[in-house]
């Protein structure tokens, strides 16, 4: 057993309390390799920024668990070297799909599990999200659950279409299943195709993509219902289109990505919504500067040439994210 405590990092429940009051969301960014943790510690250490890593089952298999404790435990090691004193740093299990799984996280130095019951039926999702909340607390770990459903992929879920949350549930789901945080469903989704061609308008003047506007009605009818509980919204990548565009100009196929509008996700952050999850925008921009390395310097072979650029453009838009949109900049 390995507490998340011997780690140097905190659990989501102060960080939390102090986004609602203060207007303003914790970043959540997923990652899987070292450039990522790096590009993430540097800007939240630069913009003075709580943040939490989080991981998905597929990061698990892929970097390997044991691997990943000891990134997070560097991160926090990383982060007092680049001068931060104090830093608050979460490490989270994203998309848990069983009570072993979040266990298992939680006996191997995660602060934060989610258990993500959107898929199951209502009392079903209700019994496990509890069952994780009582492991959990009594090893002062917290739990993000989810009622409704995104649509897109959520690790090895999938669904067609999503489900919007239904304000007269999360009472009586929050209560019950103890959780200390809320993931909900109103309109976005995961990865960089979040809205079909004929869900959007097109912009007359550039052809871009508009999409539809979040659904803010939903989001104030929870908050109304429960005042001052920690929201989360998943699936919010807004798919930068210069990324996009340095993508398809550089040999890749991405037509018609569109994610959500960040003037929308900075509404949110104002809101009780405070914590916000992105991971494709990292992938973006891992992406778009690697194909650019390559097309431009076809000679380059060492993974340090072209692995550098795409840790500064990562960088530069988590940093991005943290000032001009979450406002979770000057909070530590
Ligand atoms: O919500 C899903 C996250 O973007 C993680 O994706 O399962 O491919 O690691 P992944
Ligand atoms: P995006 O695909 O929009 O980055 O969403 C990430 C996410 O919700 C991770 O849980
Ligand atoms: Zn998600």
Known sequence: MTSYKELGLVNTREMFAKAVAGGYAIPAFNFNTLEQMQAIIQAAVETKSPVIMQVSKGARNYANGTILRY??????EYAKELGCEKPQIVLHLDHGDSFELCKDCIDNGFSSVMFDGSSLPYEENIRITKQVVEYAHAHDVTVEAELGVLAGVEDEVASEVSHYTKPEEVVDFSTRSGCDSLAISIGTSHGAYKFTPAQCTRDPKTGKL????????????????LPGFPIVLHGSSSVPQDE???????GGK???????????????????VCKINIDSDSRLAMTAAIRKHFDEKPGDFDPRQYLKPARENMKKMYIHKIVEVLGSNDKL
Not at 71 to 76: F, I, R
Not at 244 to 250: G, L, P, S
């Open 210 to 225: 508009v999409p539809p506007p979040l659904a803010f009605d939903i989001l104030h009818e929870i908050e109304k219902r």
């Open 254 to 272: 991405l037509p018609d990505a569109v994610g959500i509008p960040e003037e929308q996700l900075r509404e949110a952050s104002k809101s009780a």
């Open 244 to 250: 996009v565009d340095t993508i398809n100009a550089h």
């Open 71 to 76: 990134m997070a435990q560097g991160a926090v």
